[in-house]
């Protein structure tokens, strides 16, 4: 269940799970699209300007609405960010599951792949002991 991305790219299985499952979940694509856009500098310069606007322009007294307001958004998006701190968590918890699982995987295969070669050594000793000549 392996995946790329535009640049060819492979991803983790818990990438891609990770992906399918936002893309599966409306009410996490409104989520990581409220994130991403309140993590950007378009955010942040909306809001100068927003708040300048507000306090210079539309009202006399802007503080208890414009404080009012402002805590609000600051529930909000920290609401938000708990929510991707959350998602983060369960990505590397699936991620850290799927790297022990196989590496559970490969060190079973080499355990394995170490008893042959025992194996094959000993009768590979056996047989050279059996036919060198004897003095």
């Known amino acids: 269940m392996s995946s790329t991305d535009r640049a060819g790219q492979p991803h983790h299985p818990a990438v891609v799970a990770v992906k399918a499952k936002r893309a599966d979940d409306f009410q996490l694509r409104i ?52 929510i991707g701190q959350n998602r983060q968590s369960a990505f590397q918890e699936a ?8 590496q559970e995987l490969e060190l079973k295969d080499n355990t394995q792949l170490t008893r042959q070669i025992h194996t094959l050594t000993t009768e590979l000793h056996a047989h050279l002991i059996r036919s060198s000549p004897r003095p």
């Open 31 to 82: 989520a990581d699209a409220i994130t991403t856009f309140a993590g950007s500098m378009t955010f942040v310069y909306l809001h100068a300007a927003g708040f300048a606007l507000w306090m210079l322009v539309v009202e006399p007294s802007p503080w208890p609405t414009l404080t009012l307001i402002v805590s609000l958004e600051a529930i909000f998006l920290s609401t938000f960010v708990m």
């Open 95 to 102: 991620k850290a599951d799927h790297d022990f699982t196989e």
